[in-house]
């Protein structure tokens, strides 16, 4: 089992910027991906960036240009920087954290974001 722990939500105005964190703990294995999903109401939930231990990233087109994701190996953390945010962002954002062997995945329990002026 892994059990992540979300933080780094909340309230921001249009263009502004937020940073989320997610800390995994538990059965942490080398060959992983963590990456950061958004469901936003009566959609989809849909993935926003992931990070492998290797350090490869991927960014969905939404988040290409305005959000960066990073990690820690040593500290199982993986990061968010978003800037620029706009209404359309706003949604629940959750972290996942995939055994890239068994493919076994983890899901934390979600972070609210909400941009609005």
């Known amino acids: 089992q892994v059990r992540l722990v979300e933080s780094g939500g909340g309230q921001v105005q249009p263009g502004g910027s937020l940073r989320l964190s997610c800390v995994a703990s538990?059965?942490?294995?080398?060959?992983?991906?963590m990456g950061w999903y958004r469901q936003a109401p009566g959609k989809q939930r849909e993935l926003v960036a992931s990070?492998?231990?290797?350090?490869?990233?991927t960014y969905a087109d939404l988040a290409k240009g305005r959000f960066t994701i990073s990690g820690d190996n040593a500290k199982n953390t993986v990061h968010l920087q978003m800037d620029s945010l706009k209404p359309e962002d706003t949604a629940v954002y959750y972290c996942?954290?995939?055994?890239?062997?068994?493919?076994?995945?983890?899901w934390g329990q979600g972070t609210q974001v909400t941009v609005s002026s």
């Open positions: 996942n954290y995939l055994q890239l062997m068994s493919g076994y995945s983890f």
């Open positions: 538990g059965t942490i294995v080398s060959f992983n991906r």
């Open positions: 990070i492998r231990n290797s350090g490869a990233t």
